[in-house]
């Protein structure tokens, strides 16, 4: 509903009339609204063409934030608002638009399909760099200042917490994010208010430039003309150094960035100087690359399997017919998909196109990386979030202004700037990375298949074992299944052994809690003797407060939503954390009947000690979150890994990622079971995957590889088919169990937190919300409303969470709830927040 004012407005253009104009504006801020401002005399004389995708400033709640000029067509439909008087911009940021006009139209499309503020998504699209900051830091006022040195009269005035918050402020102005991190069991929020009332602090408005620069390494070359072998005998006869290195720069093809030389050698500054004096050498600058690159060996290209050949078939096809089509290609580990991928993106090369590859977390699959540069080399531009802004920025102005044509990146990079899209690839499609979680809650899948509709371009999404949503939607016809049964000549799948440890358990009545089990440990011995290495593997993700038997690895559940009650220590009671029925600790197992039920957690330490106490002459290594925050731990245990150093390696799922070892002929699987009992309804996809690419760590060189599952439950669906490989056998059971229970891919799926830091507030919050959903529920509704309960992860960062879930099949009625709930959200306390994922993945 555009407001009559400015209708019929011409398009913009240098002949426009008007001495002001009227532009639409997207701000990265989470309101669910666009923006009209004026664009003053002044600034249309200088800048006579400007376009949606154009980057502006805008004062805006007293602050400056970067805005993106939208089409002036775009506009919410279920905006309800009046519309804001209109105020100036301030400044024109870019010549030209920065942004294509699709991908706006893309992003506003996505953000109303999930509810998300449509600026904050189209903020996704911006340049690196231009981030604009919400976050306004507090800052003390004069008056604080003074309170701060009068400490007696301060501690007359302020609470203690308050005084503590007023100095930490003091040290340096911070956000409130920070606050509750420096500041544990402070109430923060509550504290920051009556200090504002007191007028002791203030929001300080922080600008950040919108421009990064682009960093450059100075490249330096053989002069033209310059014959390095008559140089040496004739100019440098006397200057060995100088000779050596100019031998050196000779030989590399592109030339050398200094920095890699004066790295290695201190003296090369001023050798560098005189050989340039001699006009030897000339330097150029020129954008830096990627900075964590590694080099990879065989890039060559291999004839294609039969198999190979028959998926990439349909692929060209579709890229040389540029149609939208969409491919799971579904393969082993090991089947040769990356094969597949590299050939795609050769045809989509040739045909003058450009291609986008995404990877699950870029830190931890260099491998993918390195092959495809090895493959193609400076066509390919890598985007991450470990790049700063300036390397960012470099990499996004090369797509760009098309001098790369291939960008690999994590899901982010959807929205790097390529406007001739022939190909999206995401391998590994079923991993949870692919989910943002904050603010423009995207899924890159989705994201993925509305990006490649409008750049007319397939999209394939690669996997050994794919999402239950995108199996079953080939099984329905939407996506084409190409597969790749067998690995790449011939290699055998590794061998699959699953330890019951019930029945080792029984065998062994006295032994102590049953870590290693004695099959697994005698394959470690064996592994050891003939000089492999073993990787142990624990899933550790989430916390250790479910009810779990030791004897029997039993686990209690909720019978309605199946999934596990988690327990509390504060009312020693079990909880669901979907429906919030509460259940008293059983006295002994509900499953054996023995006495000591425990909490689970073995932690990936105490595992660790007991390994180096059973294997006291191997070299261990231990690799899981808490390490790899070390600067440069991670690298050090791939590559002790790569290396054959190390023997034993003590890891969390971040070993599990698409890494290739071929010194690796043993993996176990010690716990298998402590993912199933997690409070989501996802937990049996989750382990079965997680375990199947485990399992395919094992063995891909020559040596056959093995691996050994521990698990009471040898005969659940998500653990007996991982010994023969059957994903199929596993898809058919959990697709049943969703059918009945009404979980997705059967139902849509809302989950609702609300958190705040007094909890009474956040659950009559949460109740007023539920009412207000229920409202909006007829009987006999094919949509039903659980909860309130408390979050599985009930307090995080100092803030009590509480969840409603909103399942059901019928699309329209979920949306009118979800508004319902929106609105209802709204009229709450400022210090209750709420989020709304309309399409979950992580339910904790
Ligand atoms: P995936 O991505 O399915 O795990 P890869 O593409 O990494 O499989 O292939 C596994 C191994 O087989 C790699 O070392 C790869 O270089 C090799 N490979 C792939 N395709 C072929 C082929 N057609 N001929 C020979 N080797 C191949
Ligand atoms: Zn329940």
């Not at 002001?20 to 309101?31: G, Q, S």
């Not at 664009?39 to 805005?67: E, H, K, M, Y």
């Not at 007191?198 to 002069?223: C, F, K, M, N, W």
């Not at 299944?481 to 358990?505: M, W």
Request: proline content about 6%.
């Amino acid at each position: 509903m555009t407001a009559p004012l400015f209708d019929g407005l011409p398009p913009l253009g240098p002949d426009d009339a008007a001495d002001e104009r009227i532009l639409r504006v997207a701000l990265p801020v989470p309101l669910d609204q666009l923006f009209d401002y004026r664009l003053p005399a002044r600034l249309s004389a200088s800048n006579p063409s400007v376009r949606p995708g154009t980057r502006v400033r805008i004062p805006f709640a007293g602050q400056l934030l970067v805005g993106l000029v939208v089409p002036n067509d775009l506009m919410l439909e279920e905006r309800d608002e009046p519309r804001p008087p209109l105020a100036e911009i301030q400044a024109v940021i870019d010549q030209e638009p920065v942004v294509s006009e699709s991908m706006i139209r893309i992003l506003a499309e996505a953000a109303r399909e999930i509810f998300a503020p449509i600026g904050l998504a189209v903020a996704h699209a911006l340049p690196p760099g231009s981030s604009p900051r919400t976050a306004r830091p507090y800052a003390l006022t004069p008056r604080g200042e003074r309170t701060l040195g009068h400490a007696a009269r301060a501690g007359n005035a302020l609470g203690e917490q308050e005084g503590r918050l007023l100095a930490k402020i003091a040290e340096k102005p911070s956000t409130l994010a920070a606050l509750s991190r420096a500041l544990p069991g402070v109430r923060v929020e509550k504290c920051l208010g009556n200090l504002m009332q007191d007028g002791l602090i203030e929001r300080r408005v922080q600008i950040r430039s919108a421009r990064a620069r682009i960093p450059t390494d100075r490249i330096v070359h053989l002069a033209p003309g310059i014959e390095c072998e008559e140089a040496k005998t004739t100019t440098l006869a006397r200057a060995a150094s100088q000779a050596a290195l100019l031998q050196k720069i000779a030989e590399a093809e592109h030339g050398i960035a200094t920095r890699t030389l004066t790295a290695s050698d201190s003296r090369v500054g001023a050798l560098l100087r005189a050989l340039a004096k001699r006009g030897l050498v000339v330097f150029e600058e020129r954008p830096r690359l990627f900075a964590t690159e590694t080099i990879l060996d065989g890039g060559g290209e291999v004839s294609l399997t039969d198999d190979q050949t028959d998926a990439l078939g349909p692929i060209h096809d579709a890229i040389k017919r540029q149609v939208s089509e969409r491919f799971l290609l579904h393969g082993v580990t090991g089947s040769g998909k990356t094969e597949v991928y590299l050939r795609a993106i050769a045809v989509v090369l040739e045909a003058g196109r450009q291609a986008l590859v995404l990877v699950p977390e870029i830190t931890l699959t260099h491998q993918i990386v390195a092959r495809v540069r090895a493959r193609f080399g400076d066509q390919v531009a890598v985007l991450h979030s470990g790049l700063k802004p300036g390397e960012r920025l470099a990499q996004w102005e090369r797509l760009r202004s098309r001098q790369t044509a291939i960008a690999v990146g994590a899901r982010s990079a959807l929205f790097a700037p390529l406007d001739a899209l022939g190909l999206i690839v995401i391998d590994e499609e079923h991993d949870g990375a692919y989910k943002n979680d904050e603010g423009f809650r995207y899924h890159a899948r989705e994201m993925a298949a509305l990006i490649a509709k409008q750049a007319h371009c397939p999209l394939i999404l690669g996997s050994a074992t794919p999402s239950l949503e995108t199996r079953h939607s080939a099984e329905l016809g939407q996506i084409r299944r190409l597969s790749l049964p067998r690995r790449v000549g011939g290699r055998p799948l590794p061998a699959v052994e699953i330890v019951d440890l019930a029945k080792e358990k029984a065998r062994n009545p006295r032994g102590r809690k049953m870590i290693l089990s004695k099959p697994l440990r005698s394959a470690i011995h064996q592994a050891l003797d003939q000089g492999g290495q073993t990787i142990l593997f624990l899933n550790r993700r989430g916390f250790s407060t479910r009810i779990y038997c030791f004897q029997c690895g039993h686990a209690e559940r909720c019978d309605d939503c199946d999934v596990a009650l988690v327990y509390h220590a504060a009312d020693y009671q079990l909880r669901c954390h979907y429906c919030d029925l509460v259940r008293a600790v059983p006295e002994s197992c509900n499953g054996c009947g023995d006495p000591e039920t425990a909490l689970l957690g073995v932690g990936t330490e105490r595992l660790e000690e007991e390994v180096r106490s059973v294997f006291p002459t191997a070299r261990t290594m231990r690799l899981d979150r808490d390490v790899a925050s070390r600067r440069g731990h991670t690298e050090s245990v791939l590559r002790a890994l790569k290396d054959e150093t190390v023997d034993i390696v003590i890891g969390t799922q971040m070993v599990a990622k698409g890494h290739d070892f071929p010194g690796v002929q043993l993996v176990g699987v010690v716990a298998a079971d402590l993912g199933l009992h997690l409070p989501d309804f996802r937990a049996a996809e989750r382990t079965f995957q997680l375990l199947a690419q485990v399992a395919g760590r094992a063995g891909r060189a020559d040596r056959p590889g093995r691996v050994v599952v521990q698990t009471f439950v040898p005969d659940h669906y998500a653990l007996a088919p991982l010994a023969t490989h059957d994903y199929e056998s596993f898809y058919r059971e959990e697709i049943e169990h969703r059918e009945t229970l009404g979980y997705p891919p059967f139902a849509g799926l809302t989950r609702v937190v609300l958190h705040a830091e007094e909890i009474d507030q956040v659950r009559e919050a949460a109740e007023t919300v539920a009412r207000a959903a229920r409202s909006q529920i007829p009987d006999g509704a094919r949509v039903e409303l659980l909860g309130p309960a408390p979050a599985p992860l009930t307090k995080l960062r100092g803030r009590y969470r509480f969840m409603l879930l909103l399942k059901g099949d019928d699309e329209a009625l979920l949306r009118r709830v979800s508004q319902a709930i929106l609105a209802a959200s709204k009229q709450l306390p400022r210090t209750v927040q709420t989020a709304l994922d309309a399409r979950p993945v992580n339910m904790l």
